[in-house]
């Protein structure tokens, strides 16, 4: 296998350019350049913390015959494509994968890489929208609406803490916790309140989690419930998230059962 070769796009690098008569294939859109076959972090939202880099992978599909000079890109917008996109640290863009030179079509691979930094703040967050764009010879460009929604979420964080450990069977376990998110105006988190967390139990031996119950978290994000202990296992809080935060587990808390 072949190794990739990136191009960091921001820097204005050459692209892979077809040397064909500059006619427009079958099914381009306006402007000579199609892209199909797009894919924006496997159709899974983007969540995005206060701190780390976050690298989003892409694929998609390029037909035309036009010269360009710099490496074609999709990426996020809002309202007009060509003045809204959302503001991301670098894309850097494969080399093409021929798959007709004579038609001038390649598949590409991309690697977005969003810094909390780098975002308008907390307003980013929600459902944006997914365009492609090649830059041409001669100072021009084709920019291409997908018709892709694609969610941009602030993290969330869960803790959890079950007690007491250990407990006899029978007596009450009291389970707390506290539900945050990202906040990209001050990149902290800060508490969540008034969200619906479902506690969950994975029994000693099981492979997978239950929801045993839910609770709403306080003003300040804090959880806090109580379960009658029967076996051993472990405890931990579920956010699943709407539609500006992402989804998050605790990591969990195992309470022996005697």
């Not at 809002?78 to 994968?97: F, M, Q, V, Y």
């Not at 079509?105 to 929600?126: H, K, S, V």
């Not at 508490?191 to 239950?210: P, W």
């Not at 929801?211 to 472990?234: F, H, W, Y």
Request: proline share 4%.
């Amino acid at each position: 296998m072949g190794k990739t070769m990136w191009r960091t796009v921001v820097a204005g690098a050459a692209a892979a350019v077809f040397t064909g008569v500059a006619a427009v294939p079958a099914g381009a859109a306006e402007g000579g350049v199609s892209f199909t076959r797009v894919a924006v972090n496997g159709g899974k939202p983007i969540v995005v913390g206060v701190k780390e880099q976050v690298r989003v992978h892409a694929t998609f599909r390029m037909t035309t015959r036009l010269k360009h000079d710099s490496g074609p890109t999709v990426f996020p917008y809002r309202g007009n494509p060509e003045t809204g996109p959302l503001r991301i640290s670098a894309i850097e863009t494969s080399d093409c994968k021929v798959v007709d030179s004579e038609n001038g079509i390649c598949d590409f691979t991309e690697r977005m890489y969003i810094d909390p930094r780098y975002l308008d703040g907390n307003e980013d967050a929600g459902t944006w929208r997914t365009a492609a764009r090649v830059f041409l010879a001669g100072d021009a460009w084709d920019t291409d609406d997908e018709n892709l929604p694609l969610q941009v979420k602030r993290a969330a964080r869960v803790t959890v803490s079950a007690s007491p450990e250990p407990v006899t069977t029978g007596k009450t376990i009291t389970v707390t916790g506290r539900v945050t998110r990202a906040n990209w105006d001050t990149y902290t988190y800060q508490g969540y309140a008034g969200r619906t967390v479902s506690l969950q139990f994975k029994a000693a031996g099981a492979s997978s989690y239950t929801t045993v119950k839910k609770a709403t978290s306080s003003s300040t994000g804090a959880l806090r419930t109580t379960v009658q202990a029967t076996v051993p296992g472990t405890w931990r809080w579920t956010y699943y998230g709407n539609s500006t935060t992402g989804a998050k587990s605790s990591t969990g808390d195992y309470v022996a059962v005697r």
